[in-house]
């Protein structure tokens, strides 16, 4: 609510002040690749720790404020369920930046609305349309353009390309309740699920691929993994479902096409001359920029605004 003060009296107003919120987000969100590469600890630990503080944390807030948290038990399974994928996404993400950089993590995330653009017309039962289409090969080349060089960080790119798909399956079951249930309600079943789901994965991760006991996190891990849990797995979390409320889910994922730009400022600061990479990297970074960008645009000029007509049914 403060945020909202604040950006409205910058003069923000309507939408205009979800944007500038999610924009916001968006910004913080980038550094939590940095984050990530700064915990000793595996994906799958981290982000079974990060869980289980967001949801005693969040639980917590909702007591606090007095939160009905009563819900149809139908689609209490399907929070579960987008927080069984948004653990999936959050261990990606992960493994990503610990596979690769910051750079590379935050471009094969902003595949992100190339993904929106494909599985909401399924989810809509709508066949993809010409632009989509276009717009999804064309990101498609620009991936080959990164691979193409004999890029050093295949596996963490594929890791992001990967965890863009869940972000987007999550962007869109999330946006389907949004407008039904306090933002509280939804980030608290939703942070239940995904620490259910890591918790019930992590001794098999432990036992037959990292085949390691559990690693003790140290002080500077815990405070990383907190902040992750109360800035990111919380406020920014409950802050982007907010969002949702007023805006579509293919323009949050489009926003978040800038958070490579963001990230790779940031990141430059923290690791200097190891976040550059070559020019095919960011020729292929640019023509993944291109085609997410191109999609508006066609709509804007050419009147083409099939997934905004779907936004009173989001």
């Given at each position: 609510m403060?945020?909202?003060?604040?950006?409205k009296?910058?003069?923000?107003?309507?939408?205009?002040?979800?944007?500038?919120?999610?924009?916001?987000w968006?910004?913080?969100?980038?550094?939590?690749p940095?984050?990530?590469?700064?915990?000793?600890?595996s994906?799958?630990?981290?982000?079974?720790?990060?869980?289980?503080?967001?949801?005693v944390?969040?639980?917590?807030?909702?007591?606090?404020?007095?939160?009905?948290?009563?819900?149809?038990m139908?689609?209490?399974?399907?929070?579960?369920?987008?927080?069984?994928?948004?653990?999936i996404?959050?261990?990606l993400?992960?493994?990503?930046?610990?596979?690769?950089?910051?750079?590379?993590?935050?471009?094969?995330?902003?595949?992100?609305?190339?993904?929106?653009s494909?599985?909401?017309?399924?989810?809509?039962?709508k066949?993809?349309?010409?632009?989509?289409?276009m717009?999804?090969?064309?990101?498609?080349?620009?991936?080959?353009?990164?691979?193409s060089?004999?890029?050093?960080y295949?596996?963490?790119m594929?890791?992001?390309?990967?965890?863009?798909?869940f972000?987007?399956?999550?962007?869109?079951?999330?946006?389907k309740?949004?407008?039904k249930?306090h933002?509280?309600?939804?980030?608290?079943?939703?942070?239940?699920?995904?620490?259910?789901?890591?918790?019930?994965?992590?001794?098999?991760?432990?036992?037959?691929?990292?085949?390691?006991?559990?690693?003790?996190?140290?002080?500077?891990?815990?405070?990383?993994?907190?902040?992750?849990?109360?800035?990111f797995?919380?406020i920014?979390?409950s802050?982007?479902?907010?969002?949702?409320?007023?805006?579509?889910?293919f323009?949050?994922s489009?926003?978040?096409?800038?958070s490579?730009?963001?990230?790779?400022?940031?990141?430059?600061?923290?690791?200097?001359?190891?976040?550059?990479?070559d020019?095919?990297?960011?020729?292929?970074?640019?023509?993944?920029?291109?085609?997410?960008?191109?999609?508006?645009?066609?709509?804007?000029?050419?009147?083409?605004?099939?997934?905004?007509?779907?936004?009173?049914?989001t």
């Amino acid at each position: 609510m403060a945020l909202e003060s604040i950006f409205k009296k910058l003069g923000f107003t309507g939408d205009k002040t979800a944007y500038a919120e999610l924009h916001f987000w968006i910004m913080c969100s980038s550094m939590i690749p940095i984050i990530n590469i700064y915990i000793t600890l595996s994906s799958v630990e981290i982000v079974f720790l990060r869980t289980l503080a967001a949801t005693v944390i969040v639980f917590g807030v909702v007591l606090y404020k007095k939160v009905n948290l009563r819900v149809k038990m139908s689609h209490i399974v399907m929070l579960f369920f987008t927080g069984l994928l948004t653990a999936i996404y959050w261990v990606l993400f992960v493994v990503a930046a610990k596979k690769s950089n910051t750079s590379v993590t935050l471009v094969g995330i902003a595949t992100t609305p190339i993904w929106v653009s494909f599985i909401y017309p399924v989810v809509s039962k709508k066949s993809p349309t010409f632009t989509e289409v276009m717009t999804g090969l064309s990101a498609l080349f620009g991936v080959y353009m990164i691979f193409s060089s004999g890029f050093a960080y295949s596996e963490g790119m594929f890791a992001a390309i990967l965890a863009a798909f869940f972000a987007a399956v999550v962007t869109i079951l999330t946006s389907k309740y949004s407008k039904k249930y306090h933002y509280l309600v939804i980030t608290f079943y939703q942070m239940c699920g995904a620490f259910a789901a890591t918790a019930l994965f992590l001794p098999y991760f432990l036992k037959y691929i990292s085949k390691s006991s559990f690693h003790t996190p140290t002080s500077l891990d815990i405070v990383l993994i907190i902040i992750l849990a109360v800035i990111f797995s919380i406020i920014a979390y409950s802050s982007i479902v907010k969002v949702m409320q007023k805006i579509t889910p293919f323009s949050v994922s489009l926003a978040n096409n800038v958070s490579p730009i963001y990230g790779g400022v940031i990141a430059y600061f923290f690791f200097g001359d190891s976040e550059l990479m070559d020019i095919y990297f960011y020729g292929g970074a640019f023509m993944i920029a291109f085609a997410i960008l191109a999609m508006p645009l066609a709509r804007f000029f050419f009147k083409l605004d099939e997934l905004d007509d779907n936004k009173s049914t989001t």
